[in-house]
């Protein structure tokens, strides 16, 4: 439960509060002093405080040196100032001094609950955010916070200076390369070239040529000496994506690059030095293919000197919000949307869904939603998270509303269909340009904000 601590001197109110508040643990507190203790033992991040409080219970000077003291010692304290009926000016004091909100008493629980609910959602969306920078603003680029990425960050800045082969294990879209990134960013190699090829995504004939490199006359069509990946890479970093899928011809001259640090281009006789780190990246299980003689043993003890794991997105905890936040952040720039952050029920759909597709997944549903929202805040339904088989009952009886809803959602996709552009959208949807910016103005939908 998170903590909620409420400053009033009142023992009633109290008791009130406590009721009325029962999803929170609720903290008490009567005096300045008292209050200023209790969020440096406690920490809470929403506090409620009645500006009437002793030795001044008749004017509101100790709640508002109460309220200052508080945002001194913890500034992302979200507080919410209780008053009077008549006490309207001191409140809006209050909000001028950084006060979240103010509540005029007698107290009704329905209301109080909306307001501390929205107070701790605003809380935790800028904790979130907060870690975020920090992360993305660190040396490795790999964001999160959940341990398992503490664990592997460490592991990233512990390789990262020496030379030992590093396998990196994951599943699809956990972020294999971004790891590799950064293990190429903390090391001495990180103003030198990064190169990452995909072993599964070039055809068996051509990737011995696009690693290694060809002489001119080597094969039919070349036509100039070409240096390859590994020549590129020269100083710096070699990533090999899916090493799993290299042919098994082709890895007993990996192995010997690896070894000897001399590379020959296809169709010549000079070695050739090369200073280069390699990191490999798989989802595939390299020990069950060496027994199936699939994969080449020398090789796989090679490459494995220390091994990677890196967890899946459903087992990092609250890093799919921290990874949300930052996508959001960065594609309402990129597509000029004035987008702040996700509705309860969007977060509520992010924390929920299994994210099989991992970080990639997150990452393509961000940024569609990004498109897809006429709001400022993205909601379960522009992440694609809408329930088709209970639509019938989210569809109203009244005509007009059903109208609305069908041609608002048509709107949308043909936005998202057209890239942003009207004219298009427009023949999309078999209406003229005014026609549609009517239809936009008429349910006040933002899509060109």
């Given amino acids: 439960m998170e903590k909620l601590l409420i400053v009033d001197d009142d023992s009633g109110i109290q008791k009130q509060l406590k009721w009325s508040l029962s999803d929170y643990d609720v903290i008490f507190a009567d005096t300045r002093e008292s209050a200023v203790a209790a969020v440096r033992r406690h920490e809470p991040k929403v506090v409620t405080l009645d500006l009437g409080l002793p030795p001044d219970e008749a004017n ?33 004091k209050a909000i001028e001094m950084g006060a979240y909100d103010f509540y005029q008493k007698p107290v009704d629980s329905d209301v109080i609950n909306v307001i501390v609910s929205r107070a701790f959602s605003l809380a935790n969306i800028e904790t979130e955010n907060r870690t975020m920078k920090a992360v993305v603003g660190s040396d490795t680029g790999i964001i999160g916070s959940s341990e398992s990425i503490e664990r592997l960050r460490t592991m ?4 990262a200076p020496t030379e030992i082969s590093a396998l990196l294990l994951g599943e699809s879209g956990t972020g294999k390369e971004v790891t590799a990134k950064a293990v190429h960013q903390v090391s001495n ?6 190169i990452a090829i995909n072993c599964a995504s070039i055809p068996e004939t051509l990737l ?13 069509g070349a036509h100039k000496t070409t240096m390859g ?37 296809l169709g010549g006789r000079q070695e050739i030095p090369v200073d280069v780190r390699v ?17 080449r043993e020398d090789l796989f003890y090679r490459i494995t000197e220390i091994t990677l794991n890196i967890p899946p997105l459903r087992d990092r905890d609250e890093d799919v919000i921290i990874l949300a936040n930052f996508f959001l952040q960065q594609y309402a720039t990129d597509y000029k949307r004035n987008i702040k952050s996700f509705s309860d029920d969007g977060l509520q759909a992010l924390k929920e869904h299994r994210w099989p597709g991992n970080i990639r997944e997150l ?20 992440l694609g998270f809408y329930d088709h088989s209970n639509a019938e009952y989210e569809l109203s009886l009244n005509l007009r509303a059903v109208r609305e809803q069908a041609e608002t959602i048509a709107i949308q996709k043909a936005y998202a269909l ?32």
């Fill in 60 to 92: 509101a000077s100790e709640g508002l040196a109460a309220l200052k003291e508080i945002l001194i010692i913890a500034p992302h304290t979200k507080i919410i100032v209780i008053t009077g009926n008549d006490d309207r000016t001191n409140a809006l």
């Fill in 156 to 159: 990233v800045h512990r390789i």
């Fill in 189 to 194: 190699r990180k103003d030198k070239p990064f």
């Fill in 208 to 220: 011995e040529s696009e690693l290694f490199g060809f002489e001119k006359g080597a094969f039919t």
């Fill in 229 to 265: 990946k590994i020549e590129c890479a020269q100083g710096g970093t070699l990533f090999l994506d899916e090493i799993g899928d290299m042919p098994f011809n082709l890895q007993a001259k990996l192995l010997r690059f690896l070894q000897e640090k001399v590379i020959e281009r």
């Fill in 279 to 295: 990191v490999c990246a798989t989802n595939q299980n390299l020990e069950e293919m060496v027994a199936n003689k699939e994969f």
């Fill in 363 to 382: 990452q393509n549903k961000v940024k569609s939603s990004v498109i897809m929202t006429t709001g400022s805040q993205v909601t379960a339904f522009d």
């Fill in 418 to 449: 057209s890239a942003g552009n009207m004219s298009k959208a427009s023949e999309l949807l078999g209406v003229t340009r005014p026609t549609l910016y009517s239809l936009i103005e008429k349910y006040e939908l933002n899509i060109n904000s």
